[in-house]
């Protein structure tokens, strides 16, 4: 395949990947492998934007790799590997702040809302976090990144940034990236309050499902899971104030690749002590094998930094030749 049809997305190694990861994004990487040339990372340097404990760091790198695998990455149809081994994203990112604004740079909401009213004490990183995101793209040249509504302005700001580069120097270098929306992407909500992101920072592990929970602990997050008293309506617009429902409804439909009217005809009328149980054997059916896979990974490391490792190899090789001609479009000296 050629650059014209080559994906890049990433994921952060920290913390266990969750139902949303999976239903959001992962379960997509799957079904692009056969369309696209994949490149899939795990961005362990936007990871440390945030303090970490370096030997979580280590380790979740691996269990990340580990679920990525169970869930379907295969690495003889993609590139899987760990950002911080291929020094192209960091050396392109450079560049990248010499061609970025910050007036782009403010504009950018995740910021703020990671950043909150401890503003000042956040780190540069996280504020070039969006920066580094171009170059992990750019450095491959890829030509589309999957995306979720919270990464479109990030994506936005990269293609501003190919564009100035392009234009600054009076080249056609960098392709200008597109996104690829999928209408069966779901985005799931915390199991504790259907207002919120489902989120690995959560302090209550019963906020989310881990692609590495078990059957039994599957079965009890979602008997636990917050809901209202009320029945199931015939369809979802019944649902537009009960943010708990909707989202268990939403979980349901997309696991069964159905739709939400499909899933409010099916239990019309039905309470939450016949809906949770009905959930919970389809999400156990899906996600219990993985969690299955994932530990049988976690117990061959070197299986997995073998795979990682080779993944690295590869990226390097890609990205060496983007990255020389960038420098000498520069007008960096060539050693």
Excluded at 140 to 153: F, I, L, N, R
Aim: hydrophobic residues 40%; negative net charge; contains cysteine.
């Amino acid at each position: 395949m050629t650059e014209t049809n080559r994906i890049f997305s990433g994921v952060q190694p920290t913390g266990n990947l969750h139902l949303g990861n999976y239903l959001g994004a992962i379960r997509n990487w799957v079904s692009l492998q056969g369309e696209y040339e994949s490149l899939f990372c795990l961005v362990d340097m936007h990871a440390i934007t945030e303090a970490q404990d370096p030997k979580a760091l280590t380790a979740s790198t691996l269990e990340g790799a580990a679920s990525l695998l169970a869930a379907g990455i295969d690495p003889e149809k993609s590139l899987v590997f760990v950002q911080s081994q291929n020094p192209a994203h960091a050396e392109l990112a450079w560049i990248f702040n010499c061609i970025a604004r910050i007036g782009w740079l403010n504009r950018m909401t995740q910021f703020k809302d990671k950043a909150g009213k401890n503003r000042e004490n956040a780190t540069t990183g996280l504020y070039v976090y969006p920066v580094l995101m171009a170059a992990d793209i750019l450095a491959y040249k890829a030509t589309h990144v999957p995306v979720g509504d919270d990464q479109k302005q990030h994506l936005e700001l990269a293609r501003d940034i190919a564009q100035s580069f392009n234009s600054q120097f009076g080249v056609d270098h960098f392709p200008i990236i597109e996104p690829l929306i999928f209408g069966t992407a779901t985005r799931v909500m915390s199991l504790r309050d259907g207002t919120a992101k489902m989120s690995k920072s959560d302090a209550s592990d019963f906020s989310r499902i881990n692609l590495t929970d078990d059957a039994d602990t599957i079965a009890k997050k979602i008997r636990k899971a917050r809901t209202d008293p009320d029945p199931l309506p015939g369809h979802p617009d019944g649902l537009a104030e009960r943010p708990e429902a909707k989202n268990l409804v939403a979980i349901y439909a997309a696991l069964s690749n159905q739709t939400p009217e499909q899933i409010c005809q099916e239990f019309d009328g039905a309470t939450f002590s016949t809906f949770k149980p009905a959930l919970a054997d389809l999400a156990i059916s899906i996600l219990a094998p993985m969690a299955d896979e994932t530990a049988r990974l976690r117990a061959d490391p070197e299986y997995v930094r073998g795979i990682l490792r080779t993944g690295a190899e590869k990226a390097r090789e890609m990205s060496q030749p983007v990255l020389a001609a960038t420098k000498e479009i520069v007008g960096f000296l060539a050693p």
